[in-house]
């Protein structure tokens, strides 16, 4: 037996535990972060098990997705960061986004990015 299995071991068990308490507290199913890594819902089932543990790069862009940093990711810190809206009618609706379905939510994703592009366009046009 390798002296670092049983790290190994520790490490991938809490990994698997953080990353569905991640998931869950942000109310996605397995198949829509799946589908966020473009990965097979098989595969992000077998991290959560435990049963494997994805590369490096994919744990920076589910940290990315999940919106919390590595150290959170890890589990080396306990409360993991939420986002900061001042805008009280911006916060309410953020807070009820997560109860939209996958396509209402895709949806909202696009038209949110379309306006963050014009708005950038705007800004573009106007330093001219």
Known sequence: MCPDQP????????FAQRLKELRTTRKLTQ?????????????YS???TGDAVP???????LADILGVTLDEMAGRTDSP???TIRNPELNRL???VD??????QKALLVVLDSLV???RVDQVMAER
């Open 7 to 14: 790290l190994a071991f520790f490490f991938m068990a809490n």
């Open 117 to 119: 592009k014009r708005s």
């Open 55 to 61: 590369h490096f790069d994919t744990i920076v862009r």
């Open 31 to 43: 198949n829509r972060l799946a589908e966020l890594l473009n990965v097979k819902p098989r595969v």
């Open 46 to 48: 077998r991290w959560e």
């Open 99 to 104: 109860q939209l379905s996958d396509e209402d």
């Open 81 to 83: 960061t939420q986002a």
């Open 94 to 96: 953020y807070r009820k």
